[in-house]
């Protein structure tokens, strides 16, 4: 049976606790679109909607790889996210605004890979698709 671990513990007449494990569905939803940014580059997204946070993975047909990750989630003691780089160079910033952009969007820990090299512009064209995609299927994300 497969599934994810919880467990409920109860006290017994002794000092002893019974755990009952309950099985639970693991809800991973998987979401893909792309878009022709340049002449020759297309640029693919896979979203990976869990149930309290979402994976953002943007790469090209061209090259897909997972080379860089970061994640951004809100603390109750600041009004800015929290981010932090999990994998890649600190230097490569994209995902890590990202993440922090859209965590603020969709009031949930976001993790973003981000695994194209780009300018300013092509940046800006590579999020503005995210957040057209973001108001068309909100449900997705």
């Not at 047909?61 to 080379?67: I, L």
Request: aromatic letters at 8%; hydrophobic letters at 35%.
């Amino acid at each position: 049976m497969n599934g994810t671990l919880r467990e409920n513990s109860e006290k017994n007449d002794g000092d002893d606790e019974i755990g009952n494990i309950e099985f639970i569905e693991p809800s991973i939803n998987v979401y893909d679109f792309q878009e022709a940014i340049t002449e020759t580059l297309t640029v693919k997204y896979q979203v990976l909607k869990m149930n309290n946070s979402a994976l953002i993975w943007i790469g090209s047909n061209n090259s897909p790889k997972f080379s860089d990750l970061s994640l951004a989630m809100k603390s109750p003691y600041d009004t800015l996210p929290l981010t932090s780089k999990i994998l890649g160079h600190s230097s490569d910033s994209p995902s890590l605004n990202l993440a922090n952009k859209l965590t603020k969007k969709l009031n949930k820990p976001v993790y973003i890979s981000f695994n194209i090299p780009c300018d300013r512009i092509l940046l800006t064209d590579i999020e503005k698709r995210l957040l057209i995609e973001i108001k068309n299927n909100p449900q997705v994300f």
